[in-house]
């Protein structure tokens, strides 16, 4: 939400002829989520043409309000030290109405033309209420109350007052929340009570919610008299209607705070809990009364423990902590869990009401763990390790425990070591290091439970949930980051034949996709193909994202299986839904922004359009990274922004990273080794693509000797592919110039992997398949062949690279006026590319495209697929197709 309404903004802006001012009026009462939003607005340095206009009372905001801390935040990014840099934000502090214009205001209202005359009455006013408008026409109202403010309808038909300005001040309160209160208590008594049972209700209320509310035991308030009722406090100034809502509500918060105050001269506890009822009540009415339920926990929560059975407070807290998270309120979530377990502690009934003691502590373990809260996490775990008293019960305090270790050391080795004792635990006996003999008996036991059926069985498992798969994803993921191949392999089989067992668990996609990525990384595409086939059936057949560990795995499926043979914009949309079901459902950070992660890099890798929004995202993302202190994934974006900015803008070094999104030099000396070795390689390879585009064969040599040393594989496929095809291409680019020999090997290495690619039916490998070829040994017919495929797969970026090579090799052979209908080719794609520094660039070396025109570029751009545009596979997402998981002499077994 935050993202799109920065990008909306940022569109309505840019097209404005003047400036958007936007008034936000009482931010002192603004909430968390109000506050991040405006936090990413009012800092974003992508906005322009817009003015926020944000009013809030300071006697209200002291320096620990949320909304103080922001005001310093964004002076801190908007106020600049430097002179020539004007300062953005001002500060200016509205005082009350001065004594002239509250004495101009009470003559009209008074009717008198003559201001002297009402001079007395107006100084009286304002020394009570020292100018506040509001506070004026309250004391004005209790003097006509009190009748000391009168209208003579008998002598001078007009208004008058009989007292002096002494006598003045003592008819009105000091206090303005007095002064309202005065005048509700002068209401008749129905309406004072609706007034209180309103006072406790935060939304706009309703006519059949305060019917039921005015209503009591076997009595029910008649609507006609409420609706009565309702336009007297409407014409009285007390209440206000809305037709949006539907409702009605307060028309000033002192007037809520005047009835809260009256309400509190009752038996406040009492009243609390008859709201609370009915508001229960309405909670379970169906959707769009859900809000109720918020309320009545919130009323109950404020109770005394012994008004109300602590218990089951405490599930009714665990209930509405599942609505919260559902709705992506983390925090609130995290909130009512807490106080659910407060309740459940003092109603004495800890774990002697076992299921729900124990749902309470996992839901808090998760939830902590999920706001980064590991010191609370750890005590709910001990809690639960202490007092459960299956070792079913504690799988899931176990799996955080482990999670909480590995999130804080990065010891992946000792995380995996500590998931199999659990699993061991269990009896599933499993050795941390695995012989080849035991591999292939336990792919024997899977063969056997399988039956020699495909895996697309698994989607007619019947469902049930069970922990234990939760810790052999944990056991898979931290056996696959540390390398061990074989522990993952053996995770997987073994939790397969526990799901044909058992059946299927929420978290069985995860397993199976790991297990595909394992496959798809040791280069058995087909099989990896047909496991993200069942990942997705079955996270379709689960339909339960509570967890988001369906998203998750559809998320792995985006960005480390389908792409090796689908192309990569088919799974930019895709992705970006993964990354908001993620959020939604309050799912950890490392998943949440491994989605988006994961678009960027297939958007990179698809050659979709760089330009302002995708900018912005990327702003948006780094902040979010952040405010989640992750640092790794920060690093990431910041390289494809400046990335984009190099491309986009005019610069002396395009090829370098100096700018003010990433600075290589200064990144890499704040870094651990492991954190170094990953930068070196994610910056060299964006580097080196830099380097290709805007042809530095120094910057491509120095980039190919830093990555030679790095793997041909990698999980995410679209990482893999921006290195590995510029890798080639520069390294067939240079390897005949001196000292570069060595680079021959290199180039031909990867043009074997896309050679591979391209033999299993890959959207993407082709093209990079046919340009590489084309670097290797140019010649018209391959060179027009890679132009061809590049056009076909709809990848602009390479196209309008190997239009540009081509017209480098066609001057080469003196065929110049060739070469220039290519160069022209090559200028405008670099243009529908968003790459208007590289655009700028051909244009200073070739003078011939300062008057270049579109008809003269010969291109095949035309029927182009867009990055909304179906998805393209070669092997379409559906249950035709399969594969026997098994091997025969290195061939499938499967059959179309």
């Known amino acids: 939400i935050k993202e799109s309404t920065c990008e909306l903004l940022s569109v309505i802006c840019g097209c404005l002829e003047r400036p958007l001012a936007i008034f936000l009026d009482d931010l002192q009462w603004a909430d968390e989520a109000s506050i991040d939003m405006l936090s990413l607005l009012l800092t974003s340095t992508k906005l322009g043409n817009v003015m926020f206009v944000c009013a809030y009372r300071s006697n209200e905001v002291d320096s620990e309000h949320s909304f103080a801390k922001l005001i310093e935040k964004v002076k801190g990014v908007r106020c600049s030290d430097d002179t020539s840099t004007p300062n953005t934000v001002k500060t200016i502090e509205l005082s009350s109405l001065l004594p002239d214009a509250i004495t101009e205001f009470i003559a009209d209202s008074v009717r008198r033309e003559e201001v002297e005359v009402v001079a007395e009455l107006a100084e009286a006013v304002y020394t009570k209420t020292l100018g506040n408008i509001f506070f004026v026409k309250q004391a004005l109202e209790e003097l006509v109350r009190r009748n000391i403010l009168f209208y003579d309808y008998v002598v001078r038909f007009q208004w008058r007052w009989n007292a002096s300005k002494i006598e003045l001040q003592n008819y009105m309160s000091d206090d303005v929340v007095e002064t309202v209160k005065g005048k509700i208590k002068e209401l008749p008594v129905d309406i004072q009570v609706m007034l209180m049972l309103m006072a406790h209700i935060p939304n706009s209320i309703n006519i059949s919610i305060l019917t039921a509310l005015m209503s009591d035991g076997e009595f029910a308030f008649d609507e006609d008299i409420l609706y009565r009722l309702l336009k007297q406090a409407c014409d009285k100034g007390m209440v206000q209607y809305s037709k949006a809502n539907n409702g009605y509500s307060f028309a000033h918060d002192r007037i809520r705070q005047a009835s809260l105050e009256i309400a509190g001269e009752q038996d406040k506890d009492e009243l609390l809990v008859h709201i609370s009822q009915v508001?229960?009540?309405?909670?379970?009415?169906?959707?769009?009364t859900e809000w109720c339920l918020f309320v009545a926990v919130d009323l109950l929560d404020s109770l005394p423990p012994d008004k109300i059975k602590q218990a089951e407070l405490a599930r009714l807290n665990l209930r509405v902590s599942k609505i919260a998270r559902s709705k992506g309120s983390v925090e609130r979530e995290n909130e009512f869990l807490h106080k659910g377990l407060k309740s459940l502690e003092a109603s004495g009934k800890m774990w002697e009401e076992y299921s729900l003691t124990l749902e309470l502590?996992?839901?808090?373990?998760?939830?902590?763990?999920?706001?980064?809260?590991?010191?609370?996490?750890?005590?709910?775990?001990?809690?639960?390790?202490?007092?459960?008293?299956?070792?079913?019960?504690?799988?899931?305090?176990?799996?955080?425990?482990?999670?909480?270790?590995?999130?804080?050391?990065?010891?992946?080795?000792?995380?995996?070591?500590?998931?199999?004792?659990?699993?061991?635990?269990?009896?599933?006996?499993?050795?941390?290091?695995?012989?080849?003999?035991?591999?292939?008996?336990?792919?024997?036991?899977?063969?056997?439970?399988?039956?020699?059926?495909?895996?697309?069985?698994?989607?007619?498992?019947?469902?049930?949930?069970?922990?234990?798969?939760?810790?052999?994803?944990?056991?898979?993921?931290?056996?696959?980051?540390?390398?061990?191949?074989?522990?993952?392999?053996?995770?997987?089989?073994?939790?397969?034949?526990?799901?044909?067992?058992?059946?299927?668990?929420?978290?069985?996609?995860?397993?199976?996709?790991?297990?595909?990525?394992?496959l798809s990384k040791q280069g058995d595409v087909r099989a990896a193909q047909e496991l993200g086939h069942v990942t997705i059936d079955l996270a379709d057949k689960i339909q339960d994202n509570s967890t988001g560990s369906c998203e998750f795995a559809r998320q792995i499926v985006y960005s480390a299986i389908v792409t090796q043979l689908q192309s990569f914009r088919s799974t930019v949309e895709p992705l970006h839904k993964c990354h908001v079901a993620l959020k939604l459902c309050g799912a950890n950070a490392e998943w949440t922004?491994?989605?988006?992660?994961?678009?960027?890099?297939?958007?990179?890798?698809?050659?979709?359009?760089?330009?302002?929004?995708?900018?912005?995202?990327?702003?948006?993302?780094?902040?979010?990274?952040?405010?989640?202190?992750?640092?790794?994934?920060?690093?990431?974006?910041?390289?494809?922004?400046?990335?984009?900015?190099?491309?986009?803008?005019?610069?002396?070094?395009?090829?370098?990273?100096?700018?003010?999104?990433?600075?290589?030099?200064?990144?890499?000396?704040?870094?651990?080794?492991?954190?170094?070795?990953?930068?070196?390689?994610?910056?060299?390879?964006?580097?080196?693509?830099?380097?290709?585009?805007?042809?530095?064969?120094?910057?491509?040599?120095?980039?190919?000797?830093?990555?030679?040393?790095?793997?041909?594989?990698?999980?995410?496929?679209?990482?893999?592919?921006?290195?590995?095809?510029?890798?080639?291409?520069?390294?067939?680019?240079?390897?005949?110039?001196?000292?570069?020999?060595?680079?021959?090997?290199?180039?031909?290495?990867?043009?074997?992997?896309?050679?591979?690619?391209?033999?299993?039916?890959?959207?993407?490998?082709?093209?990079?398949?046919?340009?590489?070829?084309?670097?290797?040994?140019?010649?018209?017919?391959?060179?027009?062949?890679?132009?061809?495929?590049?056009?076909?797969?709809?990848?602009?970026?390479?196209?309008?690279?190997?239009?540009?090579?081509?017209?480098?090799?066609?001057?080469?052979?003196?065929?110049?006026?060739?070469?220039?209908?290519?160069?022209?080719?090559?200028?405008?794609?670099?243009?529908?590319?968003?790459?208007?520094?590289?655009?700028?660039?051909?244009?200073?070396?070739?003078?011939?495209?300062?008057?270049?025109?579109?008809?003269?570029?010969?291109?095949?751009?035309?029927?182009?697929?867009?990055?909304?545009?179906?998805?393209?596979?070669?092997?379409?997402?559906?249950?035709?197709?399969?594969?026997?998981?098994?091997?025969?002499?290195?061939?499938?077994?499967?059959?179309?």
């Open 279 to 288: 508001m229960l009540t309405f909670a379970n009415q169906g959707r769009g």
């Open 593 to 896: 922004l491994g989605a988006m992660l994961g678009y960027v890099e297939n958007y990179f890798a698809a050659g979709l359009e760089l330009n302002s929004l995708l900018e912005t995202k990327l702003l948006v993302l780094e902040q979010l990274c952040k405010d989640l202190e992750r640092t790794g994934l920060l690093t990431s974006f910041q390289i494809f922004r400046q990335f984009t900015l190099n491309l986009r803008n005019i610069t002396d070094k395009p090829a370098e990273f100096q700018g003010d999104a990433f600075h290589e030099g200064d990144a890499l000396k704040e870094m651990s080794s492991n954190a170094h070795k990953m930068t070196v390689r994610d910056s060299s390879s964006m580097r080196l693509q830099l380097a290709f585009v805007f042809w530095n064969e120094n910057t491509m040599e120095q980039m190919l000797r830093r990555l030679g040393d790095y793997p041909l594989q990698d999980l995410f496929i679209a990482r893999l592919h921006n290195r590995l095809c510029f890798t080639g291409l520069a390294a067939f680019g240079i390897w005949k110039r001196k000292g570069c020999e060595s680079f021959l090997k290199l180039g031909q290495d990867c043009l074997n992997y896309y050679r591979e690619l391209t033999k299993n039916g890959s959207v993407n490998a082709k093209p990079v398949y046919m340009f590489m070829l084309a670097m290797k040994s140019p010649s018209s017919d391959t060179f027009e062949k890679a132009i061809h495929a590049c056009a076909k797969a709809g990848m602009i970026h390479l196209q309008a690279m190997a239009n540009e090579r081509y017209a480098v090799f066609l001057y080469g052979e003196k065929n110049e006026a060739r070469a220039n209908d290519y160069i022209t080719s090559s200028f405008w794609l670099y243009q529908d590319w968003g790459a208007n520094g590289k655009a700028n660039q051909l244009t200073q070396q070739y003078s011939l495209l300062k008057n270049a025109t579109r008809n003269n570029a010969k291109s095949f751009t035309s029927g182009i697929p867009t990055a909304k545009d179906h998805l393209v596979s070669a092997y379409p997402l559906d249950s035709s197709f399969k594969i026997s998981p098994f091997r025969s002499k290195g061939k499938l077994l499967g059959k179309k």
């Open 361 to 518: 502590c996992n839901a808090i373990i998760g939830s902590d763990h999920s706001l980064g809260s590991y010191d609370t996490a750890n005590k709910t775990i001990e809690e639960v390790l202490n007092h459960a008293t299956a070792i079913g019960d504690k799988i899931q305090a176990y799996s955080y425990q482990i999670l909480c270790k590995c999130d804080q050391s990065f010891d992946y080795k000792t995380g995996a070591s500590d998931c199999v004792s659990v699993l061991n635990m269990c009896g599933f006996n499993i050795p941390i290091n695995i012989s080849r003999a035991y591999m292939l008996k336990e792919e024997m036991k899977l063969k056997t439970a399988l039956r020699y059926r495909s895996y697309s069985c698994l989607t007619k498992l019947p469902l049930k949930e069970d922990p234990i798969f939760a810790l052999f994803v944990q056991g898979q993921k931290y056996s696959s980051y540390s390398s061990n191949d074989s522990l993952t392999k053996i995770l997987s089989w073994k939790a397969i034949r526990c799901a044909m067992k058992r059946g299927m668990s929420r978290d069985l996609p995860l397993v199976v996709v790991t297990f595909a990525a394992l």
